[in-house]
């Protein structure tokens, strides 16, 4: 049997009619930027995320950046960040011209660890940006109480966690800000590059959506030294129909994931930690092995598609040594790196290929 890591085809089948009625939508009328399919688009997303605001963006690394620069981050300013993550979150912090201040994970959860944030935090720190990887939450509670005593802002990283629940509370209604990524792979996905930034601050939301428009507040006017970052009409238009899905479908991968959790029982895996009073949603379900190699190679002549996330840590990219961060002085989010293997996970996997999988996983010696 071969099972792919992920693939778009269940569900780009069973919503084909909508998505070709949502293409012709804007195809018929002509108007592909800063239209009605956004503004919908933006005000249903808002709603989900019970927040009052959505401003579309280009991509998700552009919601990051933009979110920091309206908040008036700047050089010399430090954010804290997770040293386990993708790139994108420190990326968007250089981007702003600030300093990415790195804090290791909780290694059950991969995300930040609320207990090592305030020893990192100086009188250049100016926010956090707390990820909730793979689409399980942070824990939100005590990283605002930090927040609040030292009066920093909070931008959530929501790239992989639509829909994720937080003490019954939707991820990306904590913080000043948040930041989704609508790349095809995410769980709410594009049929290309997309992105938003939620917020329930009306002057933050303008100025997002001036600096997304090459900083201007009207035509030929121009307030800020902006960029061109906005959510096209046919894109918003497919956000649309598949966000009306999105629960149902993060649903499905709650229940692969239950499976895996509940039928993986393998010595020498450990097995993802669900931090208690949240749902996550599985963007990625990824396991931890010493043998990861000596795993991935097996699943793969089985017929099983892995992925790693991530194989290199943010601070031993070539593009970080500027900060002079040395291997090991970072040893969780490396030993993440060294160990993580990500099973496959994708709405529309039958019984058979999630049997395969964890039957497969279980035999590996």
């Avoid at 069973?14 to 070709?20: A, F, H, I, Q, T």
């Avoid at 238009?237 to 479908?249: C, E, G, I, T, Y």
Wanted: proline share 5%; net charge negative.
């Amino acid at each position: 049997m071969k099972i792919p890591f992920a693939t778009f085809i269940p569900m780009e089948r069973e919503l084909e009619p909508d998505l070709k009625e949502a293409f012709h939508r804007v195809f018929t009328r002509s108007h592909y930027i800063e239209g009605i399919e956004d503004q919908k688009f933006e005000k249903a997303f808002a709603a989900y995320c019970n927040m009052e605001f959505c401003v579309g963006t280009g991509n998700g690394l552009d919601a990051l950046t933009l979110s920091l620069k309206a908040l008036d981050i700047q050089k010399g300013d430090e954010v804290i960040v997770p040293s386990n993550t993708y790139i994108a979150t420190a990326l968007a912090v250089t981007y702003a011209g600030a300093v990415p201040v790195f804090v290791e994970p909780d290694i059950r959860t991969f995300n930040i660890d609320p207990s090592k944030i305030e020893e990192k935090i100086t009188s250049a720190t100016k926010a956090i940006m707390p990820v909730h990887l793979y689409g399980q939450p942070c824990d939100m509670e005590p990283v605002m109480e930090i927040a609040k005593k030292y009066r920093l802002y909070v931008i959530e990283d929501c790239a992989q966690a639509h829909g994720a629940l937080y003490k019954e509370k939707k991820v990306g209604s904590f913080g000043d800000v948040a930041a989704f990524s609508f790349y095809p792979g995410k769980n709410l996905g594009a049929l290309g590059d997309a992105g938003a930034v939620v917020t329930s601050h009306k002057k933050l939301a303008d100025k997002i959506r001036a600096l997304g428009n090459y900083g201007s507040d009207y035509k030929y006017h121009h307030i800020y030294q902006g960029c061109n970052s906005r959510l096209d009409e046919i894109q918003a238009a497919f956000l649309q129909v598949k966000l009306l899905h999105l629960d149902r479908m993060n649903t499905e991968r709650k229940r692969i994931a239950d499976r895996y959790l509940k039928e993986i029982h393998h010595s020498e895996i450990v097995l993802p930690y669900v931090f208690p009073e949240t749902e996550p949603v599985w963007h990625i379900f990824g396991i931890r092995c010493k043998r990861r190699n000596e795993l991935e190679e097996y699943l793969a002549k089985k017929g099983i598609k892995t992925n790693k996330h991530y194989p290199i840590p943010i601070h031993r990219q070539k593009c970080y040594e500027d900060l002079g961060i040395p291997e090991g002085r970072l040893p969780i989010a490396e030993e993440i790196s060294e160990t993580e293997l990500s099973m496959p996970m994708y709405y529309g996997m039958t019984e058979n290929e999630i049997q395969y999988v964890i039957d497969t996983v279980n035999y590996f010696k």
